[in-house]
């Protein structure tokens, strides 16, 4: 039996393990140690929603490698168009020459984002390249220098992306050189309103602040290049914004010539439900940042604009391994399993039944202080007390290593939320399981 069939987790030594620990030495060593790591995890192989350890514990992944891996991870179909590539090229360099991976997949992006209108593609090889690439594709245009970003964002840790991620100190703690000519402004984090208003009584103030006070005494809509937002913040904790938000953020970047920037990292390819998040909503971006799940885990990131923005000139901006073609043929792999096995229905189904079950959870554990999500990307915030709404990170914690012992990757976002981002190939009966050793785990936690 391969791990791919097996039920359920299969713990056969307490995590990590005597393998995971000497490996984790070894890491420790030589490895950077800016790099932050949720659990001890020394993973070897992986197969549909399972992940097995070095000492041969397998997990049931509810992280999709933050939201990597939404065909699963080594789906046959990907596997296949990858290997199948390798007897072709594995590098024509896209700065200098092309290849026939790089303009379907760009074609097919072209189709499959929000908006019919005539667009181009810019591939380089992460989300923070592809955040890169729009601040310069919207500068470009513009010849304008401002950029609104919104508090709780995260869009990448390059000098440029970095100056728009706000999801903690710790990212930009020491960096002088980042971009400047940024203004943050609050998200549509409705739970813990920085205007400490409640909705829907606030009318929608955190729009209207950037209207009435950004916009007219801070930066001049004039100077403005773009604002750029994720349609659900993924860092910050899985954060839903009233539905409302988006639509009024787009009317009032139409309205003052602003460019409008979706960044669907996290959110695209599928995951909420839908091809991209951007859709619930009915909005159509001027330009759309995508990668994690776009290559299912190979380095791949697009930027998409409407062709009339994306006018700079030969030279403006290149690299030399974005279009890779053993990459866009995985790319393309992707789309095609994303498409044929309807993936974003079953998100839509399964995540459905698993936001319900936590809400049914909330009823039973106080510590549940918020659930919220779309498809399969759900934020459970957790809490001491829910009149205070004082955070658990601490508790936390706990869980996601109560959880871990017990077989289940989980990830923390945000101040004390956990993000769950399973793959979307994900049943109910696998869903089930995760769901046992979640309020196992809470319980757990809440025994201390």
């Not at 091809?275 to 994690?292: M, Q, R, V």
Request: with cysteine; charged share 25%; proline share 5%.
């Amino acid at each position: 039996m391969t791990i791919g069939e097996i039920k359920k987790p299969k713990i056969v030594v307490t995590p990590p393990g005597p393998k995971a620990k000497a490996f984790i030495t070894r890491d420790h060593a030589v490895t950077s140690p800016s790099l932050t790591r949720t659990a001890p995890l020394v993973g070897v192989e992986a197969e549909g929603v399972w992940v097995k350890d070095i000492d041969g514990n397998v997990f049931l992944d509810f992280s999709s490698g933050i939201a990597v891996t939404n065909v699963g991870h080594r789906h046959p179909k990907v596997v296949e168009a990858i290997k199948r590539q390798l007897d072709y090229a594995i590098h024509i360099n896209s700065c200098d020459f092309y290849t026939l991976p790089q303009v379907e997949l760009i074609e097919r992006l072209i189709e499959v984002t929000p908006g019919k209108f005539k667009k181009r593609a810019f591939l380089g090889n992460s989300g923070t390249e592809a955040v890169e690439a729009a601040l310069k594709i919207a500068q470009w245009h513009t010849r304008n220098y401002y950029v609104i970003a919104f508090i709780g964002g995260f869009h990448g840790r390059t000098m440029g992306s970095l100056q728009l991620t706000t999801t903690g100190v710790e990212a930009r703690r020491h960096f002088k050189g980042m971009m400047q000519g940024v203004y943050h402004v609050p998200y549509a984090y409705c739970y813990r309103c920085a205007f400490k208003q409640e909705y829907p009584d606030c009318g929608l103030w955190c729009v209207g602040y950037i209207e009435d006070i950004v916009l007219k005494k801070l930066c001049p809509p004039e100077d403005t290049a773009c604002m750029i937002v994720e349609p659900i913040q993924g860092a910050a904790g899985y954060i839903v914004p009233p539905d409302e938000f988006l639509p009024a953020l787009t009317k009032l970047c139409k309205e003052n010539n602003i460019i409008f920037v979706a960044d669907e990292v996290q959110t695209g390819f599928c995951r909420t439900g839908k091809w991209f998040a951007c859709e619930h909503w009915g909005i159509e971006p001027d330009i759309i940042t995508l990668s994690k799940a776009i290559a299912a885990g190979l380095p791949c990131g697009a930027a998409i604009a409407r062709a009339e923005i994306m006018d700079w000139a030969p030279g403006a901006h290149e690299n030399t391994l974005g279009g890779n073609p053993v990459v866009c043929a995985a790319a393309l792999a992707v789309l095609d399993v994303l498409k044929s096995e309807r993936l974003a229905d079953n998100a839509s189904k399964i995540g459905s039944y698993m936001l319900n079950r936590f809400k049914e959870m909330m009823d039973e554990h106080e510590l549940i202080g918020d659930v919220r999500g779309k498809g399969l990307m759900i934020g459970i915030e957790l809490v001491r007390d829910r009149k205070t709404r004082e955070p658990a990170r601490k508790e936390r914690n706990e869980l996601l290593t109560s959880a871990f012992k017990r077989g289940l990757v989980l990830l923390g976002a945000g101040v004390s939320s956990i993000r769950l981002a399973p793959p979307l190939i994900l049943t109910k009966e696998q869903a089930d399981v995760g769901l046992q050793i979640f309020e196992e785990s809470l319980e757990e936690v809440e025994r201390k």
